[in-house]
């Protein structure tokens, strides 16, 4: 089974803080995914990549940056946490080019104080 | 743009088929997904649908129609497991994978 892990479950963070939220997967997935899920909102896109050093702005990336250096990981970051990007963060990959069977981590809830 | 809309709830009875609605617009469709997200948990995934017609697995089906722009999710057989969230999503030509904002499944016994 492809394995999806992010490396922190829950995070606190001062406002202003940079925050880095990592993901790694073990398949060999092209495409890699970071959503935020609010409750109402569903999940909404943040950015994704779909190659190594290449990066796509999602729906919502204001305030968000991403990096990914190596094709297993896919790292998110907040330059400068502020209290409105309190959510879960939700990473996934994809194997299959052109269909979206999507493998998620366990999420990373963060709280921005 | 891609949208996406969904029911925010239904409820059914243990035991029954209900049917979960969602209506697209995105361009360059690639196909329609669906996910389960139990309390707590991650969102897994369900089936898939690129061409038009029913897809069965197991108790699940899914339905698309390209033309309608519309799918749906059947769940034949509730079971009180089958309490969760449903959320159907589309993929594009640009590779963005976008999801509706979920349908919260209620079942009674």
């Known amino acids: 089974d492809v394995k999806v892990t992010q490396s922190s479950r829950y995070l606190v963070k001062r406002t202003g803080e940079k925050v880095f939220l990592e993901c790694v997967q073990d398949m060999d997935h092209e495409n890699m995914f970071w959503y935020r899920q609010d409750p109402g909102l569903g999940l909404r896109l943040i950015y994704f990549s779909y190659d190594v050093k290449m990066k796509e702005k999602g729906d919502i990336p204001e305030g968000y940056s991403v990096s990914r250096e190596k094709k297993e990981r896919f790292s998110l970051i907040l330059e400068s946490a502020s209290t409105n990007q309190t959510s879960m963060y939700l990473c996934?990959?994809?194997?299959?080019?052109?269909?979206?069977?999507?493998?998620f981590g366990a999420g990373s809830r963060l709280t921005v104080l | 743009g891609q949208s996406l809309e969904q029911p925010s709830e239904v409820t059914a009875v243990e035991g029954a088929i209900v049917q979960i609605n969602c209506t697209y617009q995105t361009s360059g469709f690639y196909g329609l997904s669906w996910y389960q997200q139990h309390d707590g948990g991650a969102p897994t995934f369900l089936s898939y649908?690129?061409?038009?017609g029913l897809e069965e697995t197991g108790r699940f089906s899914s339905f698309l129609s390209r033309s309608d722009s519309y799918g749906y999710l059947l769940l034949q057989e509730l079971q009180m497991k089958d309490s969760a969230s449903y959320f159907c999503a589309v993929g594009g030509r640009d590779d963005k994978i976008i999801f509706g904002k979920g349908t919260r499944l209620h079942i009674l016994p």
């Open positions: 649908n690129a061409l038009d």
């Open positions: 996934a990959s994809d194997g299959y080019s052109g269909a979206n069977v999507l493998t």
